[in-house]
């Protein structure tokens, strides 16, 4: 049986609540507090983080969007910034830096390039989403295969989604939270209108299908690369 000196050796080990008010603090230097908090789950985080996550380490009276505006004016003369995506904020590089960092570490933003096929693919699932293999074959008029779905799958830019309704319950395809990350959108709102895009003249179901995708196109076959980074949703 532990003895007294030991039970209270063990309340001590034990780990405090986080002072997420910290009223004892003048307002400024409580604000200050709120914004180092904010910054360091971020500049911590691998992904996007969500306003459920800093409401964890903040006061009920903390507005997250004025703490990042403030962050982001402290950041303003920094190679890197604060950006909205994919349903949170995460640090980035600014992409006047993209090509000093490709050529200190020969490394870019993503891990493969996508083939025009693919890119043209990935525009049809995100303005169209569910959508299932055959209808985006019927759009372009000739088969999507299934190595290029699954080339666009292993890299995490789309799902299964819901089984349609058609005859045998096809899979349809949605966009991911990595699709909106890669493309530094916040959400699917963020895609630029597609009847507006018609209406403007700058894209139509004739310039998508003016991209050729091959039929039956393999992972091998894939020689007309492009990079993401340069591949800008319409």
């Known amino acids: 049986m ?13 780990p405090t609540l986080l002072d997420t008010e910290l009223q004892h603090l003048p307002l400024e230097l409580r604000w ?11 500049f911590a985080a ?15 009276s903390c507005n997250i969007e004025l703490i990042i505006d403030d962050i982001r004016a402290e950041l303003a003369g ?34 493969r390039p996508l083939s025009q096929s693919e890119a043209l693919v990935l525009m049809c699932i995100a303005y169209f989403q569910p959508i299932t293999r055959g209808e ?3 759009f372009f008029g000739k088969e999507v295969s299934r190595d290029l779905i699954g080339g666009l799958r292993s890299q995490d830019l789309i799902a ?8 045998g319950a096809p899979y349809t395809y949605v966009t991911t939270k990595s699709f909106l990350s890669h493309f530094g ?11 507006a895009l018609e209406d403007a003249g700058l894209l139509s179901k004739e310039k998508l299908l003016a991209g050729d995708i091959p039929a039956g196109l393999t992972n ?6 492009v990079d993401v980074a340069e591949c800008e949703m319409p």
């Not at 200050?32 to 971020?42: D, S």
């Not at 691998?46 to 009920?60: D, F, I, K, Q, W």
């Not at 963020?190 to 009847?195: A, I, R, T």
């Open 136 to 138: 985006l074959s019927s």
């Open 46 to 60: 691998s992904t996007p983080v969500t306003r459920e996550t800093l409401a964890r380490v903040v006061g009920r």
């Open 185 to 195: 959108f916040d959400t699917l709102r963020d895609l630029p209108d597609f009847e």
């Open 2 to 14: 532990l003895g007294s000196a030991a039970r209270k050796g063990q309340k001590k080990e034990q």
């Open 220 to 225: 091998e076959e894939r020689d007309d690369e």
């Open 160 to 167: 299964s989604g819901p089984r349609s309704p058609q005859p």
């Open 78 to 111: 920094r190679p890197y910034e604060l950006v909205s995506v994919a349903g949170g904020w995460q640090h980035r590089t600014k992409k006047a830096y993209g090509d000093v960092i490709r050529s200190a570490t020969g490394q870019g933003d993503f891990s």
């Open 32 to 42: 200050r507090e709120w914004m180092g908090r904010v910054e360091a789950v971020i």
